[in-house]
Each structure stands twice: as structure tokens, then as C-alpha cells.
């Protein structure tokens, strides 16, 4: 049965570990997590691909080993930043809410995991599958030194998978795709008081923003998700007021849904620039793809969306089947052909926010959801 204080007790443990990202450095906090499985007789591993930036994993045999289900929540936050009105690293308790950094994302659905799979433990049950527990580096930054790793290396390798990494009980079946471009414009200098004899780059960077900002997608409504999106997230250009600019730099994200191809929507938004660049003089602008992922999507009649609406129902728990607008790591799982989904017990708009928490009552339910959602999962439900 989960126990609900010392739930509480383990989530301010962990919130008072400083594992910030960046700078980055998981090991401190990796390092309980081992200690704590070693306490409820868990073997784990660690891998770090640099140093400090420590994955822990530990496998919980089953009755049947012949498929795994895997669970992961992430070890490091974001930066603090400013703003708090409290030590983000005390771990206060106020009503029905533990404030400090990750409360919310993630350290109270790591909180949990870890509670549900000391409840099962502690009664003897042999779940029915191999259970794999991966508490991740690097989930802030893109997860190179984390999931991506643990899953090109073979060191994972589930037949399912749950990523714990969402709020308030909600089940995340579908996301974008993401491309981030990074676009550099090559002019030619000359005094303010003669623009004609330059090339203005932000001149041309605003003419091709302009554009861009109109390129119209084509695609298939989503009921879980809004319309693809193209925003402009950085831009730079120019040494001084009374120069003519011939330097200028930005930033895109585009954001696409399941069905959409990536290759089409990069040739558009190449076209539309090459029209541009025609205007300068050869090899004056170039195109970096920073970033890239492919949009997901599982069927909601799967049995992990199906076993986590049941075990949220055995709670009286209504949680909401739905599209992510962001990136989250089930994306990997992807390219392995391996089926996941997105859950989590965290409260919705803590996320990254100063003054961040999470609910006791949330995370209490969250654990029992989750020890039930395990005891009771059947890969062909």
C-alpha cells in the first residue's frame, strides 16, 4: 500500500537536491536514488556518456520475463532563475502543496515511482512482466546525455513505455514534430548615410521573415492538437545605428503535426528564402537545422492508454486524453519502434515556473494510479 508520508518525505528529499541543468550534474542526486533502491533490495546500474551526468537504471523481474515495461521519470530541473519568493531548494510544505524546484517537473512523478515500486515490494507481488525503472539525465537539454543514449546503446530495450513527465494526471498520446533553423544572412557594409552602397541583412532577414510568418502549412486537423506553428525565437543583426547592416542572424521553430512530412516542410520553408538569397551574392545565406523531431502518435485504444484510464479510474481519477504542443521524450521511443505514452502528477502551469509545486493529494493519488496501473498491466489488454 503506498504510504503516503513517507511519499512526502522522499519528494522533499529529492527537491532539496540541487540537480539544475544547466550547469548539469545528476550524480548527487543519481546516488540517492541507488542508495534508496539498495535500502528496498533493488539492484541498479549507472551510466554516465560525460562525466557527472549519471542515468540510474534498475529491472524488477517479473513472473514472465519474456516482455518489459519501462517507466521513466527525469533526475534534473531547470535553473531556478529569479523570481522566487522562497528557497527554491526547501522543500516547504504550505496546505496541500510541497513548493521548491522539480516538485512539479519532475522530481514529484520520481517521488512517485519510487513509492509505487516500494509498495509492491513490500506486498510481495510479482508483477506479470519485467518492470524497468530509468531515472534519466539531461531531459532539460534535449536528453544527449540521457534517453537518447540509454536507447541507441541497447542498454534499454522495453517492448512499452511510460514516460513520467506530465501533469495532473493527463495522458499524452499525441505531439508535434519540431525543426529548429537557424538562418544567416551575409550583406555588405557601408556608411548609415549611404545605404545604397551596402546590402541591409536585416533588411533581407525582415523581408524573408515577412513571408515566412504567411507560409500556410497544409495538413489534417488534429483533435488533440492546434495548427502547425512557425515562430521566430531569435534575431541579431548589425555593429551600430549608423552602419548598414551587413550581418544578420535568426531563429526559427516550427512545430508540424503526425501526418505532415518534415522534407516538405523544410523544402517550403527553404523556397521561400532561396527566393530571397537571390537578391546577395552566392553563398550569403545559410540554412542550420539545429533541431529536429518527428511528430508521435499512438492509438488511444492501446492497452497502455487503456490501463492507465483504468487504474485512474479505480481512484475516481477523469484524466484527459490529449495532444502535447511541446517535445517530450516519447518522440525517442519512436525511432525503436517501441509504443509509449505521457502521464504524470505534477499541477498543470508549475512547470518551469518560479515558485513551483506540487499537490500532496495529486502525487498521493498519482502513486496509488500508478502502483495499480503496474500490478494490472497486459500488453495485449
Not at 512517485?112 to 507481488?125: P, R
Not at 519502434?337 to 498521493?364: K, M, Q, R, W
Request: hydrophobic fraction near 40%.
Amino acid at each position: 500500500m503506498v504510504n503516503k508520508k513517507r511519499l512526502i518525505k522522499l519528494t522533499q528529499k529529492l527537491v532539496r537536491i540541487n540537480s539544475q541543468n544547466p550547469p548539469g550534474n545528476e550524480a548527487e542526486i543519481a546516488r540517492f536514488i541507488k542508495k534508496y533502491l539498495y535500502k528496498i533490495g533493488v539492484k541498479s546500474s549507472t551510466y554516465e556518456f560525460k562525466n557527472n551526468r549519471t542515468n540510474i537504471v534498475a529491472v524488477l523481474k517479473g513472473a514472465c520475463g519474456r516482455r518489459s515495461l519501462l517507466i521513466t521519470p527525469h533526475l534534473d530541473t531547470v535553473p531556478s532563475g529569479r523570481n522566487w519568493r522562497i528557497n527554491p531548494f526547501a522543500a516547504k510544505i504550505s496546505g496541500d502543496k510541497i513548493y521548491g524546484l522539480g516538485a512539479t517537473d519532475c522530481k514529484g512523478n520520481l517521488a512517485c515511482s519510487l513509492e509505487a515500486i516500494s509498495s509492491i515490494i513490500e506486498e510481495g507481488v510479482f508483477l506479470g512482466y519485467n518492470l524497468i525503472f530509468a531515472a534519466t539525465a539531461d531531459e532539460e537539454s534535449g536528453s544527449g546525455l540521457g534517453l537518447i543514449p540509454l536507447l541507441d546503446k541497447g542498454i534499454l530495450k522495453p517492448d512499452a513505455a511510460v514516460v513520467l513527465d506530465s501533469d495532473a494526471f493527463d495522458i499524452v498520446v499525441t505531439q508535434k514534430g519540431l525543426l529548429h533553423l537557424k538562418l544567416k544572412i551575409q550583406g555588405k557594409k557601408a556608411h548609415g548615410a549611404y545605404p545604397w552602397r551596402g546590402i541591409n541583412a536585416i533588411d533581407i532577414a525582415v523581408d524573408m521573415l515577412g513571408e515566412l510568418k504567411k507560409l500556410k502549412f497544409t495538413y489534417q486537423k488534429n483533435k488533440y492538437l492546434k495548427a502547425p506553428t512557425l515562430n521566430i525565437g531569435t534575431i541579431k543583426g548589425g555593429d551600430k545605428v549608423n552602419v548598414v547592416a551587413d550581418w544578420c542572424e535568426f531563429e526559427l521553430d516550427i512545430r508540424f503535426l503526425p501526418g505532415m512530412s518534415a522534407e516538405k516542410t523544410l523544402k517550403d520553408i527553404k523556397n521561400i528564402i532561396e527566393r530571397h538569397a537571390k537578391k546577395l551574392p552566392q553563398n550569403a545565406v545559410k540554412i542550420q537545422i539545429e533541431g529536429a523531431q518527428q511528430p508521435y502518435s499512438i492509438d488511444v485504444k492501446h492497452p497502455l492508454v487503456k490501463s492507465l484510464a483504468r487504474a485512474a479510474d479505480r481512484f475516481k481519477i477523469k484524466p484527459d486524453i490529449k495532444g502535447s504542443e511541446g517535445a517530450t521524450t516519447i518522440t525517442f521511443f519512436q525511432n525503436k519502434n517501441i509504443p509509449a505514452v505521457a502521464t504524470g502528477f505534477g499541477s498543470h502551469g508549475c512547470a518551469h515556473a518560479a515558485d513551483e509545486y506540487a499537490e500532496i493529494t495529486n502525487l498521493y493519488k498519482g502513486a496509488q494510479m500508478l502502483e495499480e496501473f503496474l500490478k494490472n498491466y497486459e500488453f495485449d489488454a
